[in-house]
């Protein structure tokens, strides 16, 4: 599967699922499905984001269609192999793609990192240490004055 053949699946599944629950999206938010930074997509895409951007709530855009992707993915004619390998195409491709952060942000951005809960505890001590050290450096410099 080619990544706009991925794309293509997905954004079509997505229609559907917003024309089934009578949520249908308009042209400017169809054609947001497709944008992306470095790859292919359709040639009125940019116009289109300029307008969204101008026109359209970001945030709600989003909720509503990762909603649209969870409730079709709910649905008992649902196909999760190509669902799957469709994201894993697009996410393989290394573009960035809007429809991935639409579907799930978490495909898109990096997993945060997490520190273990004894690393705050190495940090208090080392900050305690470097006192006690420059305290008695202190002590020892007054000594050796006198």
Not at 2 to 28: F, H, M, S, Y
Not at 80 to 90: D, K, P, V, Y
Request: charged residues 25%; negative net charge.
């Amino acid at each position: 599967m080619t990544t706009r053949e991925a794309k293509e699946l997905l954004i079509a599944q997505i229609v559907a699922e917003a024309d089934r629950e009578n949520q249908p999206l308009d042209g400017i938010e169809r054609r947001m499905l497709y944008f992306n930074e470095t790859g292919w997509m359709p040639a009125d895409t940019w116009e289109a984001n300029e307008a969204f951007e101008r026109d359209y709530e970001e945030d709600g855009y989003e909720r509503r269609v990762a909603q649209l992707s969870a409730s079709l993915q709910q649905r008992p004619e649902y196909d999760a192999e190509s669902w799957n390998q469709a994201l894993r195409t697009l996410i393989l491709s290394g573009e960035d793609h809007y429809l991935l952060v639409l579907i799930d942000p978490s495909l898109q951005e990096p997993a945060p990192t997490t520190r273990p809960r004894h690393d705050f505890i190495k940090l208090v001590l080392a900050a305690i240490a470097c006192i006690l050290l420059m305290f008695l450096a202190i002590l020892a410099y007054q000594r050796f004055v006198s």
